[in-house]
Every structure is written in C-alpha cells, then in structure tokens.
C-alpha cells in the first residue's frame, strides 16, 4: 500500500538546470498546498452555491482534463484525513488571496524551500524542520503520503511536461526578451534566475507573482497557461517585478496633474507590452499538442496559425470590465509610439496619463 518515495533529489536534478533566465521547480509540497487550496475553493464555492441556489458551481478558472479523481481510491481512513485537511484550508485560508495575503505568501515560500523534505516537522531529520505555525506542518504531513500515492503523479507529470515545452524558447530567447523587457522597463533584469514554481493548480488567475523574495508560481494544468501562452504567461509574471519604474511613473505623472491614479493602467501596460514584445516570436509557435505519453521530446515547430494579435486571457477578461477598452486604445496610441522608439519613456508616459 505505501507507495515508495520519490528520490527528491533525483526529481529536482531532472527539471532543467540549465535553462537561462528561469529555475523551474516542481515541488511536492507547495504542489500539496495549492491543491488544497484549490479543492477547498471548490467546496466552499459549492456550498455557497447551495446556500443561493445558483446552478452553475464556480470554479478557480478552466483546467486541463485530469485523470479520473483519486478520492474514490481512498480508504475511509484516508478520506477522513483528506476531508480534515480541506476543511482546515476551508477554514484558515481559502477566503485569502495567495497574492496578497502574508501568511500564504510566507508559507508557500518556505514550503518551496523545503521540496527535499519528506517531511517538514523535523522528527527524523532535524534539517527538515520549516518551522511551520499552527497546525499546518503535522497537517501537511498527515496527508502527504495519501497525496503522493493519488495525485502526485499526475501533477509532477503535468509540471514536467508543461516546463519541456517552454524550455526551448527560453533556451532561444529567454536572454534577449529579459533584456529587452527590462529596457523597455528603463530598470535591470534581476541578476538570479527566477524561481518559477509550477504546480498543478495555482490561484484563481492560474498563476501569481509574489516579490521579497521574487518567486513565479504558474498552473501547469490551467488551460490559459497551454500553447503560446505559456511562454507569454512566464514573461507577464516575471514583468511584475521589474515594472516598478512604470508603476512609479504612472503615480508621478498623475499627482503632477493632480488626477487619481488609473486602476490597473500598469498592468494593462505590461499585458499590452509581454503581447507585443513576444509576438514576432510567436509566429509559427505550434498549436497545444494533444496530451501524449512521454514528454520529453520538444515539441515539433510545426506550421501554427499566425496570431493576428495575441490578447492575453487576463487582459480578454479585464477588457469586459470598465475602462480597459479605453486602456487599450491608449496604450496603441501613447505607449506603443514609445515601443517603436519614436518617443521617450517620460514622454509616452506622460501621454498616456494626460489623455487617461
Ligand atoms: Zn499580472
């Protein structure tokens, strides 16, 4: 019945070490952490749903077909801790946002820390003791072994296949675009590679960017995060940290003009600037591929449909609520003179705040 532990060292050593710009990890237990977090979202979105009596229960966001659910496999036993483990997260952290919220943020760090662990109290090996608050350790702990033998494997697969098929582009471009973007950004790449945690499931957007320390986790099963997107998404996020200079630009020009800052006009300027930057690259990027078994080939360039103009999910989202039509068509206007070289940063931002 135990399933036999994985050699952790032997999975970390087999993600691509030597990718630039990038370190990609598919760590057990911030993959644990998410998809407790994702299943008590479900549950408690289902009761909620129960309460109003609306039809259609909500989910964190489309997901790639997974195998049939493990649940049933369960043994009574198993189940009882696994149901005890989502109504903890129901509990402490499922009405928090993975973005924002400190303990979460915290707690995924360190358990990102501690994927060598098979364990993170410390009652066999003192290195492994993360110092978890509350009762989080033990939980984790108590529901490992049930997670790696049901689900784990799929979702190691998934992170694996999802990072062998960004791996070529940013082997190929990763370099050039990070410099690029950071020019664009008038600031610096950071120096170390950025620590991308890929995990089965992510928050409800499909992936986040937490800073102090700048780490990316990103939804391998999310079906925003497949084909082109993928590479997209891994550029949009790492942007958030080196966007800053924007950020404060935008705040400069507006309180010059005595104007209140527009809502997520930084944001919708690095969707707009990842889309544009990326799409000469993206030309000819193959379609999805349908599920296969292996995963280790990189992906055939086969001939893909050009993309007349890439809309990033988030920003196709946003554009439905108020305000983010006229953000796009100042951005064309404003910004994108700025991209062509015709103008200079303080200009365009200048621009794009008067016209706001
Ligand atoms: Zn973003």
Redesign the pocket.
Known sequence: MLAAPMGHAQEAESMDASLPVFEFHSGFWVNLHHFLYHEARVKMAAKEDAATESAAPKTDGPVLKQSATAASALTPAQQKLWEEAIAYYMANYAGKDLLINIDLILLKNQLGDFEDCTELTGKKQPRCDAGLPGKIGPLLESVAPIYRAHWWPDHDRANRRWVVRVAPLVREQGVGLSEKLADIYQTRWPKERIRVDVCAYANA?G???TLDPLRVTIASTDLRNQGPEAFEVLF??A??SIALPVEAAISRECKQRDKPIPRNLW?AL??YTTGEVLRPIMRGTPAPEAEKGGGDAAPKPAPAPVKPNIVPY?LRDILTQRGWEQYHLLLVLYWQPYLDGKVSFEDAIAHLISAA
């Open positions: 957007g992936a986040y960017t949009h996020e942007s958030h944001h690095i969707f988030e």
